[in-house]
């Protein structure tokens, strides 16, 4: 935000105890041209003054955060959230969609959930792809992650290091795992025209190390889990339509976007060792926050945007 | 346009005496709600009833199709062109641009240029792309295109057949090649933010055929001209920041699509065999007639469609 021009970094919260209170620039280590102090709480960042947009990164599950936007939502900010269920919410929580967008609309704001994944490499990226065809029999999307290039948490939340049957009992409470397939399956259906009378199945499993992996955070031994492999498959009318697979594991061979899109035309696209996610979550929250102004108000998606970044030049 | 939900096909326009007055739907061998005849020039249709937006596909040169635009504009029509200068048409014709853009937001219409390329391929895809980095240093865009399996017109716009000094004569008089580089060049420039103050150098040169190559329209022997290369660089302080590199040659080995982006993250994308030229311009001008009602008054480009397709499904 910082470095992007239109936009001022006016503001941030964070309750952690280590957090509250810092100069925003000495913990970024850059100069900002005010002094931003990091607020421990939401009201007390948004009684010195309403920013026009905020960015919102604290947790991937709607129903935990859905309070947060709607506060911010009330006080007339637009939204820019990298919370994996707000990228597309319609299907696993259709109520506070609507109480979303209502509240959003009331207050004539956008509010929007991007992200590198939900919110681009397996969904936007792909509808962009099919906008060139005639017509999309079964789109096929492939996103291999190596996890020593993620973020500890990453690390973590897919399970590398622990015993197969450690992940069996984490996964079976629903702790492990990437959250979004599902919602970048349910937007590529939407932009194929699928019915609702649409049959999502989904399925995760462990990848046991072959050898030894270490990363940055941690290490593990052969036999236990390097990562997991997740897929959403869309079926309608009997037929598969939507075939969504993730395998993020510490030390994948060959990672890679790929989509493949049967249709008229068909096309194969492929983006060589993948978007890298945490950096590109970041820059696309960016670009959308220069961007969410312009939208209707209204609980919007990706499908609504424009995407660009967020430098617009002179020239025009 | 007829298998898009949403879009009605109500007239068209062909002054051919082969064309005019004949039933669109016998042409198209296809069946339509309603009988279409093909009108023999835009007054007619116009007198007929206001379409809600026109599909308009006559000409590459801005000023030459300029009227056309005006008229469709003029009667409150909002406008999908195929037009390849008007994709982005600022720095080329500023004060056309300036004109089309105060009629269209006099009218309440927008007026878009679009298309595979320019339009798609090597632009607002890799728009796209760029809005997932936190900077970009250079960006290079290469198409590659097989000929043969591209409509007459566009095979003898190559020069395909002409010996080396026919081409270097009809390319001397700008009668060969492809319109449309420096407009994708200039649409990425701004999207980087690249100040006005930039010099864009174009090139253009024929290949020749080391073997004989035959296509459904014409036969190329060895050493004549089987297509032709052309780039279009942007340099901004003295630093090339833009590279953009078209083949479109009878028989070109590997066609494809690339973009390579040098920034945070880096980025390498590929398109296998390539984005087919014909049928994705048709796909891509159906989708964004779609949503040119959507967009704000006046001349608009890519950078301000959210692009997908048109079928938008029912769970929203």
């Known amino acids: 935000v910082a470095q992007a021009p239109g936009l001022e970094l006016v503001g941030a919260v964070d309750p952690a105890p280590a957090l509250c209170g810092r100069d925003l620039a000495a913990l970024l280590e850059m100069s900002l041209p005010a002094r931003v102090a990091i607020a421990p709480a939401l ?11 905020a960015l919102h990164a604290t947790g991937s599950r709607l129903p935990e955060v859905a309070g947060q936007l709607e506060q911010l939502v009330a ?24 109480k979303l ?24 990226l792909v ?46 409470a629903g702790a492990l795992g990437h959250v979004g397939l599902a919602e970048s399956a349910h937007m590529i259906a939407d932009a194929m025209g699928l019915p609702a009378e649409r049959r999502l199945r989904e399925t995760l499993q462990p990848e046991l190390a072959d050898a030894a992996v270490q990363s940055a955070f941690l290490r593990v031994e052969a036999g236990q889990v390097a990562g997991l492999a997740q897929s959403a498959i869309v079926e ?39 978007v890298p996610g945490d950096e590109a979550t970041a820059a696309v929250a960016v670009s959308c926050a220069a961007l969410v102004r312009e939208l209707p108000p209204g609980l919007r998606t990706m499908l609504d945007v424009p995407l660009r970044p967020p430098w617009r030049g002179a020239a025009r």
């Open 75 to 98: 006080a007339g900010v637009a939204v820019v959230s990298t919370c994996e269920e707000l990228a597309y919410p319609f299907q696993r929580h259709p109520e506070l969609s609507r």
């Open 236 to 274: 309608a009318d009997g037929v598969e339509r939507v075939r969504m697979e993730i395998a993020m594991v510490l030390g994948a061979p060959s990672p890679h976007d790929a989509v493949t899109i049967q249709g008229s035309p068909a096309l194969e696209m492929r983006v060589a060792t993948g």
């Open 101 to 124: 967008d209502a509240a959003a609309r009331g207050a004539g704001v956008a509010l929007l959930g991007t992200g590198v994944n939900p919110g681009f490499v397996m969904d936007k």
């Open 127 to 172: 509808v962009t792809l099919m906008a060139v065809c005639d017509a999309v029999e079964h789109v096929r999307v492939v996103r291999v992650v190596d996890a020593r290039t993620r973020r500890e948490s990453f690390q973590r939340k897919i399970g590398a290091g622990l015993s197969r049957a450690a992940f069996e009992a984490k996964s079976g």
């Open 43 to 53: 009201d007390e960042l948004l009684a010195r003054g309403r920013p026009d947009v």
